[in-house]
């Protein structure tokens, strides 16, 4: 049989996908499903599909910006997410910490850099569209910040990431958090229980 394959699309812009990778290890924990982090441009995937910003497309909706964010917190303190900050800096622009993302999986530590990213963008609410703070973050996490860098810039990485973004849009996908179980899509850490649910009825 062969096993579940599970995707995230993931974007550090967005915090509500930082807010599933906080949760992504009780599910693998629970299902015991390995979920497969794909770097995607968030803002070259609203492009291909017409699509904008929460902050953007709801900006003259006070009322659902305001529901938005109950939700927000609702989920926070039901996962004990407490080292969740907002970012000042938000909309940040993420194409160099996404390139970074594609080099750090060809170098194999994909996940240790994911989470010191993670941790800089939302939990200590740090400027990572600046050069320096992206260097300052690579090396406080112990990684390889120069290596990580020039294999960054590499035209195979740049294109990688485009095709990741590309694939998205054709398998469907319109933003961040996307989860795809198979070929079933789920959009939006709201969905999760229905991605936990999917997994474990493709495994039985």
């Given at each position: 049989?062969?096993?579940?394959?599970v995707?995230?699309?993931?974007d550090?812009?967005?915090p509500?996908a930082?807010?599933c990778h906080?949760?992504?290890?009780?599910?693998?924990?629970r299902t015991?499903?390995?979920?497969e982090?794909?770097?995607?441009l968030l803002?070259?995937l609203?492009?291909?599909?017409n699509n904008?910003s929460?902050?953007?497309?709801f900006?003259?909706?006070?009322?659902?910006r305001?529901y938005d964010r109950l939700e927000m917190?609702?989920?926070v303190?039901?996962?004990?997410?407490?080292?969740?900050?907002?970012n000042?800096?938000?909309?940040v622009n993420?194409l160099k910490?996404m390139?970074?993302?594609?080099?750090?999986?060809?170098?194999?530590?994909?996940?240790v850099?994911?989470?010191?990213m993670?941790?800089?963008?939302?939990e200590q609410?740090?400027?990572?569209d600046?050069?320096?703070?992206?260097?300052?973050?690579?090396r406080?996490?112990?990684?390889d910040?120069?290596?990580?860098l020039?294999?960054?810039?590499t035209?195979?990485i740049?294109?990688?990431l485009?095709?990741?973004?590309?694939s998205a849009?054709e398998?469907?996908?319109?933003?961040?958090?996307?989860?795809?179980?198979?070929?079933a899509?789920y959009?939006?850490?709201?969905?999760?229980?229905?991605?936990?649910?999917a997994?474990?009825q493709a495994?039985?």
């Amino acid at each position: 049989m062969n096993p579940v394959q599970v995707q995230f699309l993931f974007d550090f812009g967005s915090p509500n996908a930082y807010l599933c990778h906080q949760v992504i290890p009780a599910i693998e924990q629970r299902t015991g499903v390995r979920f497969e982090y794909t770097p995607i441009l968030l803002g070259g995937l609203f492009k291909l599909s017409n699509n904008r910003s929460p902050a953007e497309a709801f900006a003259g909706i006070p009322h659902k910006r305001a529901y938005d964010r109950l939700e927000m917190a609702r989920f926070v303190a039901r996962h004990g997410l407490a080292k969740f900050r907002s970012n000042p800096f938000f909309p940040v622009n993420t194409l160099k910490i996404m390139r970074l993302a594609v080099a750090a999986q060809a170098l194999g530590c994909g996940p240790v850099y994911v989470g010191a990213m993670y941790a800089a963008m939302w939990e200590q609410a740090r400027n990572m569209d600046d050069a320096d703070e992206i260097a300052a973050v690579l090396r406080e996490a112990g990684l390889d910040g120069p290596a990580l860098l020039a294999l960054a810039q590499t035209p195979e990485i740049k294109a990688r990431l485009v095709a990741h973004t590309q694939s998205a849009y054709e398998r469907g996908a319109f933003g961040s958090p996307t989860f795809f179980v198979g070929d079933a899509m789920y959009f939006g850490k709201d969905r999760l229980r229905e991605v936990e649910e999917a997994i474990l009825q493709a495994k039985a």
